[in-house]
């Protein structure tokens, strides 16, 4: 099955252009998950369980480059091609779980432009999802013999949305999304434009006043800093009443949590991810998977980390058979731990062979030469810290880029003449601006050593 | 009033009221004695005298004046030598301190000394804390228990144990020091008033703005140095609060350092030692680094600007005239009155404000050493005074580069995360590689018949059926064949036939972005990618698509 590699054509472009330029490819993950199929299993389970009915949450721990960010898109677009709706974003200094100046909704604001779905996999997906419900209810209605337009016609789509709207009033800020929801079919009967754009932006949490709000549509409340949490909970009951399989969201660079200097500010949010993992856990946000992806710094410094506060830590922590060797992912932590060698060699031959079928080019490259390049990589000054497959296959695609542009080329003389590119022992960001650093700790100083 | 009284006015008295008036009464004259007068008080309650009550002052003498030596009469009341005199300290700011007898006469507190001198070598045994709020303590205003308490504590103070105190007892102490120049040597008595000062001045924060002024005088008057070793820790809160700053400044040698020094400290109101991160930790380099970018930029600067110079030379004297322990308890023959002709450090403004940005942009060196991310502005116009501090800085941040190449350990929790270093086997390598094509398959489903309503099998949790929302829509009744809905929809894209896709979304009931979502939900299972984009057919994939669309008949070859 291996031989016969079918990928589209536009994935295989769009992959194989994302690992030479050192990013986490957006489509086209599945073939490249070398090495990870426990992991896999398990937040495929999750999926599973939401689609169920349930609620899930995990947090996946690694360090920078073991491909936290590649796991997340690799269940993102598998979740996306099951019928899940999906919203991603990544952890900043302007976007936190909670904080002054609107830094929790800021988050809140890119989860929901990034929300996807099958069809629209690269984000905007709230406009369409809640299009497409509304065509649904109205082709069911034209299905049951009323006449497209007539009284009856409109009154039985009404009715299929009151009946949807009276189910998210029992949630919390239920009432108000619900009359948004029906505001939105109004706007979308009267070609109204204005109001259609006035509960997009409602949904979306852009609006900053209630004032302003309560001026367009009928509701009391907006999505702010203190209850943005309640209405993806909401999205996730929605989305499950127009039958989607549940609502996966995914949040990248915890670390920048890890690095919110005042004690305060940084415990507000890590109360905010207890209550998150309290209501998930618990059971009270159906159809809701959380994944949220950190450093080991993170997670487990008990100064900063997460551990830090007693709280997560009593519930994230192992157990205490957990260090007698066995793997065990059913916990709500999951580590990445580094490729191995071999899994390392592994890819960078599945990579040879996608390249090869991206260009219709037969690669000159054999097992020995692959092996070696591997060496190289693996035995230079401060791999073991710092080598990540990202910059193993940055490498490796500009060795492979150069045997396809010059005939005369082998791998033995690529490599050996130093033409590969350097690796970098500097930390390298990823393409969402990554903050990670492998040095986090501030220096330690002792006025002993100062001599003049 | 009685009738007996009445009786004895006559007519012309009726009016007088001076009867009603209560008699005068003859007081005593004012004495002029302010000393503290003992009174006996007679036990309150009982009618019958207890014979085991004891008056306040039995009791007092009983607890004070057991097992102490008597001294003689004449000593105690021997008058203390007032002559005043005139000397040159080592200090170079300061050029003479006069020391001369208090003007104004008065006996109060002489009761407070005479009982220093009988308590003097009293010692106490060990007894519980009593607290005491008195602002002028003395031991006639003390309680018996509260008197014990005092010598207990006193006792412990004089072997260096520093027990719990209250304010009252340490200014006893204090003022027993300042007033008994005879029975404590001044050497003794400075040591005696730093130890106290620097053990109780964190919880007694008052002890600091009294002492700066009372070792000060007590200094000036027994003509000793000040002790600026043993104060060096807290020299930044001297400088704080001392009126006489320069007594306590390090300038007692001849050159311009000594000079710099004082500058560094008195010579502007910029008290860096009050710095947030100047911590017991941190103090050492502050110290160091401070004095040393300090003098580094004033000899520089000394070449062209004669301010850096030292100013002893320059003649710019003042004087003071202090009254000595003001506000402390202090009998007139200790009493004295300070004139002190100095050299005042820094007159100038223009001055004083370069030592402070030298201060500041030092400080910001050593923040920046500490890894502190705040600074102090500089104004722009000073900016030659960075430079030079900033040259001082060079060789001290790089000889700290060097001492932190090392980096850190790693903690022990980042073990959970490595990869055991096993080495290459190709073999190995390629079953895990062909392995993985397994959960490739799990995640892609695009190697197994995608058609809609096709169980593909159990590879995986949740392979084994198609998206309900496909599913859904073809569980509609029969007479809406969303199938052919969607390719003829398709084929009008293909073609780049906007209006006819409008018309067949118009004829389905259905938003044109709905139509559009469900042709991309069919064609993603199919071709494993959406299709179409802004009502268009993806380059990519248009021989993908004109395929599908023959396979289905809908498009003629």
Redesign the interface.
């Known amino acids: 099955?291996?031989d016969?590699i079918?990928?589209?054509?536009?994935?295989l472009?769009s992959l194989i252009n994302s690992l030479s330029a050192g990013v986490v490819p957006r489509?086209g993950?599945?073939?490249i998950?070398?090495?990870?199929?426990d992991e896999?299993?398990a937040l495929?389970?999750d999926?599973?369980t939401v689609?169920e009915g349930g609620c899930s949450m995990r947090f996946i721990?690694?360090?920078y480059g073991?491909g936290k960010s590649f796991l997340i898109q690799?269940i993102r677009?598998?979740a996306l091609?099951?019928?899940f709706l999906t919203a991603d974003c990544d952890l900043s200094p302007e976007r936190r779980i909670c904080g002054a100046k609107g830094t929790g909704i800021a988050t809140y604001r890119e989860l929901i432009k990034n929300l996807s779905?099958?069809?629209?996999?690269e984000g905007g997906a709230i406009?369409?999802v809640i299009?497409?419900w509304?065509?649904?209810l109205?082709?069911?209605a034209?299905?049951s013999g009323l006449v497209?337009g007539s009284d009856g016609f409109n009154a039985k789509v009404r009715s299929e949305i009151f009946e949807v709207a009276k189910e998210l009033e029992g949630q919390i800020g239920g009432f108000d999304f619900a009359s948004v929801i029906s505001s939105y079919y109004t706007a979308?009967l009267s070609d109204n434009e204005e109001l259609k754009s006035a509960c997009i932006r409602w949904l979306r949490g852009e609006y900053t006043t209630k004032t302003e709000a309560r001026s367009l549509l009928p509701v009391g409340d907006i999505i702010n800093d203190e209850n943005w949490f309640d209405y993806l909970k909401l999205i996730a009951v929605f989305s499950k009443k127009i039958?989607?399989?549940g609502f996966i969201v995914f949040i990248d660079e915890c670390v920048n949590l890890y690095k919110i200097s005042n004690r305060i500010s940084r415990e507000n949010n890590y109360e905010k991810l207890l209550s998150m993992f309290n209501d998930s856990l618990g059971g009270r946000s159906p159809g809701l998977g959380l994944v949220l992806g950190g450093t080991?710094q993170f997670l487990?410094?008990t100064r900063r980390g997460l551990f830090s506060y007693e709280a997560l830590r009593s519930r994230l922590q192992d157990g205490q058979f957990a260090a007698s060797g066995y793997k065990n992912l059913s916990g709500p932590v999951i580590?990445?731990?580094?490729?191995?060698?071999?899994?390392?060699?592994?890819?960078v031959?599945?990579v040879t062979k996608l390249y090869s079928s991206c260009y219709s080019w037969e690669a000159r490259v054999n097992?020995s030469e692959?092996?070696s390049f591997?060496?190289l990589c693996?035995t230079r000054a401060g791999a073991?810290t710092m080598i990540t497959p990202r910059e193993i296959l940055r490498d490796y695609m500009t060795v492979l880029d150069i045997l396809r542009q010059n005939d005369d080329a082998t791998v033995e003389k690529i490599i050996g003449s130093g033409n590969v590119l350097s690796l970098s022992h500097e930390p390298s960001t990823e393409v969402c601006g990554s903050t990670e650093s492998p040095?986090d700790?501030?220096?330690?100083?002792?006025?002993?050593?100062?001599?003049? | 009033m009685n009738d007996n009284k009445r009786k004895n006015i006559g007519d012309d008295e009726f009016w007088s009221i001076d009867y009603m008036m209560p008699p005068k009464r003859n007081l005593a004259s004012f004495s002029k004695d302010t000393d503290t007068a003992e009174i006996d008080i007679p036990p309150v309650g009982n009618s019958v005298r207890r014979d085991a009550a004891v008056s306040i002052s039995e009791r007092r003498a009983n607890i004070a004046d057991r097992n102490i030596p008597v001294r003689p009469a004449s000593e105690l009341l021997k008058p203390r030598s007032l002559a005043s005199f005139t000397y040159s300290p080592e200090n170079r700011l300061i050029s003479s301190i006069t020391v001369t007898e208090w003007d104004s006469k008065y006996t109060f507190y002489r009761k407070f000394r005479l009982d220093a001198e009988k308590y003097f070598d009293k010692r106490g045994s060990e007894c519980v804390f009593v607290p005491i709020y008195l602002t002028i303590p003395q031991y006639s205003l003390m309680k018996p228990e509260q008197l014990h308490y005092y010598f207990w504590w006193r006792s412990n103070v004089r072997n260096g144990v520093y027990l719990e105190s209250a304010y009252g007892y340490i200014l006893t102490y204090i003022y027993e020091i300042i007033n008994l120049p005879e029975l404590i040597k001044p050497e003794n008595g400075l040591d005696m008033l730093t130890d106290i000062w620097l053990a109780y001045r964190d919880k007694f924060w008052k002890l600091d703005t009294y002492l700066c002024e009372w070792v000060c005088d007590y200094c000036c008057i027994h003509r000793l140095s000040p002790p600026l070793d043993k104060l060096r820790p807290i020299l930044g809160v001297i400088y704080t609060f001392a009126s006489f700053k320069e007594f306590y400044s390090e300038y007692s040698s001849d050159g311009n350092e000594s000079y710099w020094c004082a500058l560094l400290n008195i010579g502007s109101d910029c008290n860096w030692r009050k710095s947030k991160f100047y911590t017991p930790e941190t103090a050492d380099i502050f110290d160091k680094h401070m004095k040393g970018a300090f003098i580094y930029a004033a000899e520089r600067l000394a070449v062209t600007d004669s301010r850096f110079v030292n100013s002893h030379e320059n003649g710019l004297t003042s004087t003071i005239v202090r009254p000595s322990y003001s506000e402390a308890l202090c009998v007139y023959d200790i009493k004295r009155r300070i004139t002190v002709e100095y050299t005042a450090v820094s007159r100038s403004p223009e001055l004083r404000r370069m030592v402070e940005v030298i201060i500041k942009i030092s400080e910001n060196n050593i923040r920046a050493i500490l890894g502190k991310k705040s600074r102090y502005q500089i104004p722009p116009e000073y900016s030659y005074l960075k430079k030079l501090v900033d040259e001082y800085f060079v060789p001290v941040r790089a000889s700290l580069r060097q001492s932190s190449k090392t980096p850190p350990p790693e903690p022990e929790y980042m073990k959970l995360y490595d990869a055991p270093s096993t080495g290459i086997t190709p073999e190995n390598a390629k079953s895990i590689e062909e392995s993985s094509w397994s959960v490739t398959e799990i995640l892609v489903d695009a190697f197994e018949d995608n058609t809609p309503g096709t169980n593909s099998g159990d590879n995986g949790p949740l392979c084994d059926d198609t998206p309900e929302i496909i599913q859904s829509v073809e569980n509609r009744e029969a007479g809406h064949d969303d199938s052919l809905i969607y390719d003829r929809a398709l084929l009008c894209l293909l073609k780049g036939d906007r209006s006819g896709f409008a018309e067949i979304a118009n004829d389905s009931n259905m938003m044109q972005d709905s139509l559009c979502e469900g042709i991309n939900e069919v064609m993603y299972d199919i071709i494993g990618d959406i299709c179409i984009e802004d009502y268009k057919v993806i380059d990519d994939y248009i021989t993908d698509v004109t395929e599908y669309l023959k396979e289905k008949g809908v498009l003629n070859g």
């Open positions: 099955m291996g016969e079918k990928v589209p054509r536009r994935i472009t489509v993950t599945p073939y998950a070398i090495g990870r199929n896999i299993n495929l389970e999926l599973k689609d721990i690694g360090r073991s690799l677009s598998y091609e099951q019928g779905s099958k069809s629209s996999p406009q369409t299009a497409r509304l065509s649904r109205q082709s069911d034209a299905a497209p979308s039958d989607y399989r080991p487990e410094d580590r990445l731990r580094r490729l191995s060698d071999d899994e390392l060699f592994a890819l031959s599945r097992t692959m092996t591997l060496q693996l073991d040095d700790s501030v220096p330690q100083f002792d006025p002993a050593d100062i001599d003049i």
